[in-house]
């Protein structure tokens, strides 16, 4: 007995296009892009060792927030850039005469003498700056 197999012609069949396919795709570089980005953001900054504290209020970043980093070897970095303690000042009130309402971000290592994050402060204080905060980190939850 003759077997008879269905044959379909590429000219009879239309083109269809498939969009769920196309979305998986879309969404999968799209968090590919996320992610690459994310340790981007890590890749740029300076790695400090924050205390912890109990009860921490976190706040939003603006746009006149300065950041002062002190490292454990009593190093400045404004920025990200290091500054001598006698450029700081100055650097400080340049910024400072620009923006009247610049707020300073002092980031201490936990390991940072506490002489070095008080002189910057008193820097800061100097420099006519008011707004000024301490940076730290929740304590880990147990």
């Known amino acids: ?14 083109a269809r296009i498939e969009l769920v396919p196309m979305i998986d795709i879309v969404f999968f ?8 980005s994310l340790n981007m953001v890590h890749l740029n900054t300076l790695k400090v060792n924050l205390p912890t504290i109990a009860q921490a209020n976190p706040e939003t970043y603006e746009d006149n927030l300065l950041s002062l980093l002190i490292d454990e070897n009593g190093n400045v970095f404004l920025e990200e850039t290091l500054v001598a303690p006698n450029e700081l000042a100055t650097r400080l009130q340049e910024r400072f005469a620009h923006n ?14 506490h002489g070095h994050i008080v002189s910057v402060l ?6 006519g700056i008011q707004n000024v905060d301490l940076e730290t980190r929740p304590e880990p939850q147990n």
């Open 1 to 14: 007995m003759p077997v008879h197999l269905e044959t379909t012609r590429r000219e009879e069949q239309e």
């Open 29 to 36: 570089v799209l968090a590919i892009f996320m992610l690459i």
């Open 100 to 113: 009247s309402t610049l707020r300073v971000l002092i980031r201490g290592d936990r390991d940072a003498r």
């Open 122 to 127: 008193d820097t800061v204080r100097k420099a």
